[in-house]
Nanobody, 123 residues
Framework: VQLQASGGGLVQPGGSLRLSCAPD????MAWFRQAPGKEREFVAA????????YYEASVKGRFTISRDNARNTVYLQMNGLEPEDTAVYYC?????????????????????WGQGTLVTVSS
């Protein structure tokens, strides 16, 4: 089933957005982003077996990843957005049930990807 990401848009610096990705099917899910001219980078992940959460250093304390099992959806709540957060955001799923901390930031560990949703932070 194709992952569907949504919730992107234009927001002023300091503003908030919430991205959604479905279906998560309770697997390990992650958000990555890619800014123009840059490589895709890890943003956040939530692991299947223990719901442990991982964040890229620059978003820790501003972004929160969560899942809603009833809606089969993973969210990325983004607060305190900065122009440097401007990028296309992708959700991804890993079917590796044994994924460990050292792997979770590696895009090669993820099997399926959503189409991306654009987040633009600008005044």
């Amino acid at each position: 089933v194709q992952l569907q990401a949504s919730g992107g848009g234009l927001v002023q610096p300091g503003g908030s957005l919430r991205l959604s990705c479905a279906p998560d099917n309770r697997y390990t899910m992650a958000w990555f982003r890619q800014a123009p001219g840059k490589e895709r980078e890890f943003v956040a992940a939530i692991r299947r077996r223990d719901n442990a959460k991982y964040y890229e250093a620059s978003v820790k304390g501003r972004f929160t990843i969560s899942r809603d099992n009833a809606r089969n959806t993973v969210y990325l709540q983004m607060n305190g957005l900065e122009p440097e957060d401007t990028a296309v955001y992708y959700c991804a799923v890993s079917h590796n049930n044994g994924i460990i901390s050292s792997q979770i930031r590696d895009p090669n560990e993820y099997d399926d990807w959503g189409q991306g949703t654009l987040v633009t932070v600008s005044s």
